[in-house]
């Protein structure tokens, strides 16, 4: 007769404890869920705090270590994914950067061979016909011969500058791959680190 009160009582005590860890389980899975959602670090600290487990349960009961586990990894894949999504946006904003300024360089190239080409058609012109102008008409050519060396100035200006940005563009694009590397080494590290 005892000992059929004392089974009984084990198996309620069983069945408690079966509940217990249900649940806690269920509050884990949550937590986790959540915990990715909001993006936060996954943590056995954070996950036992959030959850009210013990750290001992997270680590002894299989399915609890799984459910951390396979959400650690799945938000280090989700985090990955981001950054090579960054990675690659911020890249082809440079490569864009740098072929605009590519683009205007050869422009201004383009335009000062125009305009070399303009003057010395305009010189050709003066000297042929220089015995057969006026002062004032040798005063005027005068004056655009002087326009056009000041917008050959210019120009030669203008393609330093877009030499300059080629070059702070190309700059920017070298500094970027260097600090994505960085900073794909610092994603990894930590997750080696864990598996370790």
């Known amino acids: 007769m005892n000992s059929g009160r004392q089974d009984s009582r084990t198996a309620a005590a069983t069945a408690a404890r079966h509940e217990k860890t249900t649940i806690a389980l269920q509050r884990v899975h949550d937590v986790v869920a959540r915990m990715r959602r909001e993006q936060t670090p996954i943590t056995v600290a954070g996950v036992a705090r959030r959850a009210n487990v ?5 680590y002894e009961n299989p399915a609890a270590r799984t459910a951390v586990n396979t959400t650690k990894a799945a938000t280090a894949a989700d985090r990955e994914t981001a950054d090579a999504q960054h ?3 911020v890249e082809a904003t440079w490569r864009e950067r740098a072929l605009n300024a590519e683009a205007m360089l050869k422009t201004a190239h383009e335009e000062i061979v125009k305009q070399r080409n303009h003057i010395g058609d305009l010189m050709g012109q003066i000297r042929d016909l220089e015995t057969e102008w006026t002062d004032d008409s040798i005063q005027r050519i005068t004056t655009e011969n002087t326009t056009l ?9 203008e393609n330093r500058q877009l030499d300059d940005r080629l070059q702070a563009a190309r700059s920017n694009v070298r500094f970027q ?3 994505i590397a960085d900073l794909e080494v610092q994603l990894i590290d930590p997750i080696a680190q864990h598996r370790q």
């Open 54 to 58: 013990s750290r001992t349960f997270l």
């Open 87 to 89: 990675h690659s946006d």
């Open 149 to 157: 060396k000041q917008q050959v100035r210019q120009l030669h200006q």
């Open 177 to 179: 791959d260097r600090r």
